[in-house]
């Protein structure tokens, strides 16, 4: 999928759009406000949920397809078992490294947010660079750096979602970072919090790059999440963050990276990271005005 410069990408969206609204007008639930994506091993989430509608990216028209192992590729319309409030899950997501175009990155959070969401929350695996983090943490991003070198707003602006030149002086939400840590604070899980550094990958950092994070101020360092939270912004969404620390970051740890650590870590925090997402998520649902 290539986009021209003429307009080619707003069309693809709404007609993605579209789809989405007629596969689940049947459904008697209102779309919903809220949607989450959940980043490498953190799937099974949505495996805890009830989920009213499911579809497959690659049976979505456009819908980039990831082809990591350990991204499922779907989008979920679910509910918890005691409410009828419904949120958009995506469980996976489309990486810069794959070789898709940033346009085709952040598709995916734009018909979220055709679909009428004004809260995002996104998650991922990250390496740690902060020397006090272990694997198997969680850190509530407070703030990103984009050392990815490119940037999915490059082009013609889209008008239809935000400005030419969009603040990003707070991009992830205080508000929805306070319930966050409420929400860490029910279920007595100690979170981190810190700056996740957006590089594309797909190769790992070499120890020198990662002590120019650490000087740079990166806590935590991995190859998705900042594109699509930009795109949220030029929106004006609400962001929240997470990181799962799933190893510590190339020369803090001596042991090769491999990316099944990053798996099999995050089958170690699936169990908390889905406590954590229940109480967060039921928070934000229960106040739908914010
Ligand atoms: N570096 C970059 N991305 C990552 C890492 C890492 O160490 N771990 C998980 N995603």
Redesign the pocket.
Known sequence: MRYDASGGIMEKILNAVEFIKQKTAQYEYSLPDVAVILG?GLGNFAEKTENVFEISYGDIPDFPVSSVTGHKGRLVLARFRDSSETFWIMQGRIHYYEGYQMEEVVFPVRVLIKLGIKKLIVTN???GVNRDFNAGDLMIIRDHINMMGTNPLIGRNLDQFGDRFPDMSNVYSKKLGLLLKKAAQEISLHLKEGIYTG?T?PS??TPAEIRMIEKTGGDA???STVPEVIAAKHAGIEVAGISFI??K??GISSDP?THEE?TENAALVEEKFSQLMTRFISFLLERKDG
């Open positions: 490498s695996a990250a390496g590089v990958g790992f950092e360092v991995g190859m799933s190893n970051a190339a990276l990053v």
